[in-house]
């Protein structure tokens, strides 16, 4: 699964780059991956979203 290399900081609005080195197989659904902000230094960890690109017609 693709995740993003680089977030932007909601607090500063700089790039945040991944910290956690991807798995031997790549990230799944409900993984955690921590990102560092190279502006104000804070940490953010995404969850992984789940692989649901199979049902694109969202039914909630
Ligand atoms: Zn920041």
Known sequence: MDIPKTITCVDCGQKAHIMTPEPEFGFSGGDWVAYR??????????E????????????L
């Open 37 to 46: 902000c190279s502006g104000c230094g804070d940490r953010w960890d995404l």
């Open 48 to 59: 992984v979203s789940h692989d649901n690109h199979n049902s694109e017609n969202s039914s």
